[in-house]
């Protein structure tokens, strides 16, 4: 029986590790994680960035983190700390769970997205 959008989300929520604003702002400040984000420019440009984020779009991400890819970022390491954030935490939810089947052992995603992390009133880097 074919699923909905919210159900593969809360599919791949109960599958991945969930983070809170502060848990991700603690794990920046005590080390170096890659953070991901996943939005589109557009979005970028309307509420800005998690500062020190990666930008990769969600349509390219398992390309450039698959190393056997040739559109692979150097940036992506399989065994590095990797956090996804988007606007509101279902793409990054699912980008966590494709992230995993590529063999990434520590990727988590921001619960709430970018809409939590400004909510918080954390840090936001607009360019």
């Not at 398992?62 to 390491?77: G, L, M």
Request: hydrophobic letters at 35%; proline letters at 6%.
């Amino acid at each position: 029986m074919p699923k909905t959008a919210a159900e593969l989300v809360s599919d791949a929520k109960a599958s991945i590790e969930n983070l809170t604003p502060d848990q991700v702002a603690h794990e920046m400040s005590s080390g170096s994680p890659l953070i991901v984000d996943l939005r589109e420019p557009e979005e970028r440009a309307k509420t800005g960035t998690i500062p020190g984020a990666v930008i990769a779009p969600r349509g390219m991400l398992e390309f450039y983190a698959d190393p056997s890819s040739s559109y692979h970022r150097a940036e992506f390491d399989p065994q590095q700390r990797t956090i996804l954030y988007c606007a509101g935490g279902g793409r990054s939810a699912l980008a966590a769970q494709s992230l995993k089947q590529l063999g990434y052992t520590n990727v988590a995603h921001l619960e709430g997205g970018m809409t939590a992390w400004a909510a918080s009133g954390r840090d936001v880097s607009r360019d």
